[in-house]
């Protein structure tokens, strides 16, 4: 006697087909926004709390930290990094502010950038960043509440 028929085995088949590849699907979550694996573009988040500008970041001074590779202009900057990575990253792991805010993850822009109470906020490009800094103070609140829930979307 068979339990099972034919077309009950034809569907379970077809079932576990779906959730073998729902399985193999790329499930990861980023919380730092990258590029290839490199955090923020490239750039090197220290240079924006000490040289007040972006700076593109060398392959000569890189490390991981949080599951991306930051690149730094100089050796001291990757130190000071290094010994303090909360101090000198940009909030929502330099996802856009704003998109945060929204309640979403979007890349950002190198040029597009603002420090705040000695934090780093990165956004989409300029235009986005105009309106993010027309209520700057009530969007980051709104973004400190959303980046628990936001952070765990997928990019």
């Known amino acids: 006697m068979h339990f099972w028929s034919k077309k009950s ?7 576990l087909l779906i959730l073998l590849c729902g399985c193999n699907s790329d499930t990861s979550v980023q919380e730092v926004f990258t590029t290839d ?20 970041g060398s392959d000569a001074y890189t490390l991981e930290w949080r599951d991306a590779t930051w690149k ?14 909360e101090k000198y990253a940009p909030q929502f792991g330099g996802y856009c502010a704003y998109g ?16 705040v109470d000695g934090k780093l906020y990165l956004n989409y490009d300029k235009d986005v960043q105009a309106l993010w800094k027309s209520k700057q103070s ?6 400190n509440r959303n980046w628990p829930e936001v952070k765990l979307q997928k990019y």
């Open 138 to 143: 009530e969007f980051i609140e709104t973004a």
């Open 37 to 56: 694996g490199v955090a923020i573009r490239g750039y090197d988040p220290v240079a924006y709390h000490t040289d007040g500008a972006p700076v593109a």
């Open 72 to 85: 730094f202009a100089t050796a001291e900057n990757m130190a000071a990094f290094e010994n303090n990575p």
């Open 100 to 115: 945060v805010a929204d309640d979403h993850k979007a890349s950002t822009s190198p040029d597009a950038w603002t420090i």
């Open 9 to 15: 085995m034809k569907s379970l088949r077809f079932y």
